[in-house]
């Protein structure tokens, strides 16, 4: 698939690891994707409910708020309610599974296949 419909999707990564954010917000650039970034949990809810992205990818593990309370409270606020959530994690199947309990729709384990994630997200938006 090429760029055309991509550039309209909005996806924020939500990712307190500088390193992990930076190389998973340049890809999806690179794709042709709109990409914001936030540091955590906090950040992150705010930048949602600010830009009502169409996808977000987020780390579980992070300071302030982490990734399952996020997700919670995306899942309770109306405007965001149906934003499609991509959790991540390096923490294993208990952390993955307690994030579809709070209402992600899709899961990543790190470390990150980079092939895998892009279509991952590329489904999520029903763009695969």
Known sequence: MGTEGLTNKKV???????????????????????????????????????????????????????????IKRIRQENDLSGTRIIAMTAYGSRALSDALQAGADEIIEKPIDFDQFLMTVKSALSLA
């Open 12 to 70: 924020l990564i939500v990712e307190d690891n500088h390193d992990t954010s930076f190389l998973l917000c340049q890809m999806l650039q690179r794709a042709g994707f709109d990409v914001e970034h936030a540091i955590d949990g906090i950040v992150g809810y705010k930048t949602a409910s600010q830009g009502h992205p169409d996808l977000i990818v987020t780390d579980l593990q992070m300071p302030r708020m982490d990734g399952i309370e996020m």
